[in-house]
Protein backbone atom coordinates (compact mmCIF):
# COMPACT_ATOMS: atom_id res chain seq x y z
CA UNK A 1 0.00 0.00 0.00
CA UNK A 2 1.45 3.36 -1.17
CA UNK A 3 1.77 5.86 2.16
CA UNK A 4 3.57 7.68 3.93
CA UNK A 5 4.39 6.22 7.07
CA UNK A 6 5.35 8.36 10.87
CA UNK A 7 6.61 7.49 14.19
CA UNK A 8 5.73 7.56 16.73
CA UNK A 9 2.31 8.46 16.81
CA UNK A 10 2.28 10.31 20.39
CA UNK A 11 5.45 11.24 22.18
CA UNK A 12 5.49 13.31 25.55
CA UNK A 13 8.65 14.58 26.26
CA UNK A 14 10.75 17.33 28.65
CA UNK A 15 12.07 20.15 27.39
CA UNK A 16 15.83 19.91 26.17
CA UNK A 17 15.76 16.32 25.60
CA UNK A 18 16.79 15.66 21.84
CA UNK A 19 14.06 13.97 19.79
CA UNK A 20 13.41 12.76 16.44
CA UNK A 21 10.43 11.60 14.44
CA UNK A 22 10.67 10.17 11.75
CA UNK A 23 8.92 9.82 8.35
CA UNK A 24 9.22 7.03 5.41
CA UNK A 25 7.58 6.90 2.23
CA UNK A 26 7.00 3.56 -0.47
CA UNK A 27 6.05 5.59 -3.39
CA UNK A 28 9.71 7.14 -4.78
CA UNK A 29 8.57 10.63 -4.37
CA UNK A 30 11.28 13.16 -4.68
CA UNK A 31 9.76 15.61 -2.76
CA UNK A 32 9.13 15.58 0.88
CA UNK A 33 7.98 18.09 3.62
CA UNK A 34 7.39 18.60 7.31
CA UNK A 35 4.50 20.83 8.34
CA UNK A 36 2.81 21.76 11.95
CA UNK A 37 -0.70 21.79 12.62
CA UNK A 38 -2.02 24.19 15.44
CA UNK A 39 -5.92 25.33 16.44
CA UNK A 40 -6.19 28.18 14.83
CA UNK A 41 -3.00 28.51 12.70
CA UNK A 42 -4.00 25.69 10.21
CA UNK A 43 -0.61 24.13 8.58
CA UNK A 44 2.06 25.53 8.49
CA UNK A 45 5.42 24.12 6.45
CA UNK A 46 8.33 23.60 8.70
CA UNK A 47 11.29 22.22 5.61
CA UNK A 48 10.90 20.81 2.79
CA UNK A 49 13.32 18.67 0.59
CA UNK A 50 13.02 18.53 -3.34
CA UNK A 51 15.64 15.65 -3.61
CA UNK A 52 17.92 13.52 -1.97
CA UNK A 53 20.28 15.84 -0.01
CA UNK A 54 18.51 18.93 -1.09
CA UNK A 55 16.57 20.37 1.78
CA UNK A 56 15.14 23.89 2.37
CA UNK A 57 13.68 26.41 5.45
CA UNK A 58 9.81 26.32 5.05
CA UNK A 59 7.60 29.33 7.11
CA UNK A 60 8.56 28.01 10.54
CA UNK A 61 12.30 26.40 10.89
CA UNK A 62 13.68 27.41 14.09
CA UNK A 63 14.63 24.82 16.49
CA UNK A 64 14.09 22.41 13.87
CA UNK A 65 16.49 20.08 11.44
CA UNK A 66 15.71 17.70 8.70
CA UNK A 67 18.03 15.52 6.60
CA UNK A 68 17.36 13.25 3.39
CA UNK A 69 20.14 10.72 3.18
CA UNK A 70 17.86 8.89 1.23
CA UNK A 71 15.09 9.33 -0.68
CA UNK A 72 12.63 7.50 1.00
CA UNK A 73 13.58 9.01 4.62
CA UNK A 74 12.94 12.48 5.97
CA UNK A 75 13.63 12.55 9.47
CA UNK A 76 12.53 15.57 11.97
CA UNK A 77 15.02 16.70 14.53
CA UNK A 78 14.20 18.71 17.49
CA UNK A 79 17.82 19.33 19.61
CA UNK A 80 16.67 20.93 22.01
CA UNK A 81 12.58 20.79 21.89
CA UNK A 82 10.95 23.49 24.14
CA UNK A 83 7.07 23.94 25.22
CA UNK A 84 5.91 26.05 22.03
CA UNK A 85 6.91 23.26 19.77
CA UNK A 86 4.18 20.90 21.33
CA UNK A 87 2.44 20.36 18.26
CA UNK A 88 0.71 17.83 15.44
CA UNK A 89 3.27 17.63 12.85
CA UNK A 90 2.63 15.75 9.28
CA UNK A 91 5.46 14.41 7.33
CA UNK A 92 4.21 14.97 3.26
CA UNK A 93 5.40 13.69 -0.29
CA UNK A 94 4.87 13.65 -3.58
CA UNK A 95 6.66 13.33 -7.29
CA UNK A 96 7.32 16.43 -7.31
CA UNK A 97 6.91 20.08 -5.49
CA UNK A 98 4.26 21.16 -8.10
CA UNK A 99 2.04 18.10 -7.18
CA UNK A 100 -0.41 17.90 -9.57
CA UNK A 101 -1.53 14.76 -8.10
CA UNK A 102 -1.77 16.14 -4.43
CA UNK A 103 0.56 15.43 -1.33
CA UNK A 104 0.12 12.35 0.87
CA UNK A 105 0.18 12.98 3.97
CA UNK A 106 1.22 10.71 7.25
CA UNK A 107 -0.98 9.78 10.51
CA UNK A 108 0.74 13.00 12.28
CA UNK A 109 2.65 12.82 15.13
CA UNK A 110 1.32 14.21 18.30
CA UNK A 111 3.85 15.81 20.20
CA UNK A 112 3.68 17.55 23.64
CA UNK A 113 6.75 19.08 25.19
CA UNK A 114 6.44 19.79 28.92
CA UNK B 1 3.57 36.74 -0.21
CA UNK B 2 0.18 34.50 -1.17
CA UNK B 3 -2.86 33.79 1.80
CA UNK B 4 -5.78 31.53 1.39
CA UNK B 5 -8.04 32.25 3.16
CA UNK B 6 -11.28 30.01 4.11
CA UNK B 7 -14.11 30.57 6.18
CA UNK B 8 -13.36 29.51 10.31
CA UNK B 9 -17.05 29.36 11.24
CA UNK B 10 -18.27 25.47 10.60
CA UNK B 11 -20.93 25.23 8.00
CA UNK B 12 -23.65 23.31 9.28
CA UNK B 13 -26.34 21.33 6.95
CA UNK B 14 -28.92 19.10 6.21
CA UNK B 15 -28.45 15.33 4.82
CA UNK B 16 -28.98 15.33 1.53
CA UNK B 17 -28.16 19.14 0.59
CA UNK B 18 -25.59 20.58 -1.42
CA UNK B 19 -22.55 21.84 0.64
CA UNK B 20 -20.62 24.44 -1.06
CA UNK B 21 -17.26 25.36 0.75
CA UNK B 22 -15.50 28.71 -0.18
CA UNK B 23 -11.75 29.44 -0.89
CA UNK B 24 -10.02 32.93 -1.43
CA UNK B 25 -6.66 33.49 -2.29
CA UNK B 26 -4.58 36.72 -2.45
CA UNK B 27 -2.49 38.43 -4.61
CA UNK B 28 -1.60 36.59 -8.24
CA UNK B 29 -3.40 33.67 -9.29
CA UNK B 30 -2.12 30.38 -8.27
CA UNK B 31 -1.33 27.92 -10.98
CA UNK B 32 -3.70 25.51 -9.15
CA UNK B 33 -5.68 24.99 -5.94
CA UNK B 34 -5.91 21.60 -4.60
CA UNK B 35 -8.89 20.32 -1.94
CA UNK B 36 -8.30 18.26 1.06
CA UNK B 37 -10.47 16.78 3.58
CA UNK B 38 -9.12 16.32 6.81
CA UNK B 39 -10.53 13.85 9.72
CA UNK B 40 -10.06 14.81 13.55
CA UNK B 41 -6.41 14.02 14.45
CA UNK B 42 -5.86 12.55 11.24
CA UNK B 43 -3.87 13.89 8.13
CA UNK B 44 -5.43 15.45 5.19
CA UNK B 45 -6.48 13.22 2.27
CA UNK B 46 -5.86 14.83 -1.34
CA UNK B 47 -9.29 14.93 -3.30
CA UNK B 48 -9.16 17.17 -6.15
CA UNK B 49 -6.94 20.05 -8.19
CA UNK B 50 -8.32 22.28 -10.56
CA UNK B 51 -5.47 24.23 -12.44
CA UNK B 52 -5.71 28.13 -12.91
CA UNK B 53 -6.78 27.77 -16.82
CA UNK B 54 -10.06 24.94 -15.68
CA UNK B 55 -13.47 26.50 -14.30
CA UNK B 56 -14.73 23.43 -13.29
CA UNK B 57 -13.56 19.97 -12.64
CA UNK B 58 -15.93 16.90 -10.68
CA UNK B 59 -15.29 13.52 -8.85
CA UNK B 60 -18.41 11.76 -8.49
CA UNK B 61 -19.72 14.00 -5.87
CA UNK B 62 -17.66 16.71 -5.60
CA UNK B 63 -17.19 19.78 -7.98
CA UNK B 64 -14.50 22.27 -7.64
CA UNK B 65 -14.32 25.78 -9.67
CA UNK B 66 -12.11 28.38 -9.89
CA UNK B 67 -12.48 31.74 -10.84
CA UNK B 68 -8.90 33.80 -11.58
CA UNK B 69 -11.89 37.23 -11.59
CA UNK B 70 -13.30 35.90 -8.03
CA UNK B 71 -9.69 35.24 -6.72
CA UNK B 72 -11.92 32.59 -5.32
CA UNK B 73 -12.14 28.13 -5.17
CA UNK B 74 -15.39 26.92 -4.95
CA UNK B 75 -16.28 22.96 -3.44
CA UNK B 76 -19.44 21.46 -3.73
CA UNK B 77 -21.05 18.12 -2.36
CA UNK B 78 -23.59 17.17 -3.70
CA UNK B 79 -26.11 14.86 -1.89
CA UNK B 80 -24.36 15.41 1.23
CA UNK B 81 -24.02 12.54 3.72
CA UNK B 82 -22.93 12.72 7.98
CA UNK B 83 -19.96 10.47 6.44
CA UNK B 84 -18.84 13.68 4.67
CA UNK B 85 -18.45 15.70 7.93
CA UNK B 86 -14.88 16.76 8.26
CA UNK B 87 -12.94 18.96 7.77
CA UNK B 88 -11.70 20.57 4.16
CA UNK B 89 -8.64 22.31 3.28
CA UNK B 90 -7.77 24.23 0.19
CA UNK B 91 -4.01 24.85 -1.10
CA UNK B 92 -2.39 26.39 -3.78
CA UNK B 93 0.53 25.26 -5.22
CA UNK B 94 2.95 28.65 -4.01
CA UNK B 95 5.24 27.33 -1.12
CA UNK B 96 2.54 25.00 -0.74
CA UNK B 97 0.03 27.47 1.23
CA UNK B 98 -2.92 25.98 3.19
CA UNK B 99 -5.77 27.63 3.96
CA UNK B 100 -6.71 26.99 7.87
CA UNK B 101 -9.82 24.84 7.16
CA UNK B 102 -13.55 25.09 6.83
CA UNK B 103 -15.86 22.53 9.34
CA UNK B 104 -18.51 20.79 7.90
CA UNK B 105 -21.21 18.78 9.75
CA UNK B 106 -23.98 17.38 7.82
CA UNK B 107 -26.79 16.41 10.02
CA UNK B 108 -29.08 13.55 9.80
Known amino acids: EAQVTQNPRYLITVTGKKLTVTCSQNMNHEYMSWYRQDPGLGLRQIYY???????DKGDVPEGYKVSRKEKRNFPLILESPSPNQTSLYFCASSLSQTATRGYTFGSGTRLTVV | SQKIEQNSEALNIQEGKTATLTCNYTNYSPAYLQWYRQDPGRGPVFLLLIRENEKEKRKERLKVTFDTTLKQSLFHITASQPADSATYLC???????FGRGTSLIVHP
Open chain 2, 91 to 97: ASNYIPT
Open chain 1, 49 to 55: SMNVEVT
